[in-house]
């Protein structure tokens, strides 16, 4: 059984695989490349936590985040960036 949801937004599989290896132990991960995907990860899988990087193709992680503040439960989110 896993305690907690976790999601990893980032255009980097590599990125992302390794955060998943090194942080998902205990968590249940799920990750995703895009701003669209990560959306609707937030809505249907319901991660308690977020590792996302701003520069999100399509709905970039700014957009994102604001989407997050319009909604009643709202994940942990550590932000990421290359810049």
Do not use: W
């Not at 980097?12 to 955060?19: P, R």
């Not at 090194?22 to 990750?31: D, F, Q, S, T, V």
């Not at 899988?45 to 985040?65: K, Q, R, W, Y």
């Amino acid at each position: 059984m896993f305690l907690r949801k976790l999601l990893i937004a980032d255009p980097s599989d590599i990125f992302c695989q390794a955060l998943i290896n090194m942080l998902g132990i205990g968590y249940e991960a799920r990750m995703c490349h895009n701003g669209y995907d990560t959306l609707e990860y937030l809505e249907n899988f319901n991660p308690d936590i977020v590792v996302m990087d701003l520069t999100l193709s399509g709905f970039d992680g700014i957009s994102v985040l604001k989407e997050l503040c319009a909604r009643p439960r709202r994940p942990s989110i550590m932000v990421t960036t290359r810049f």
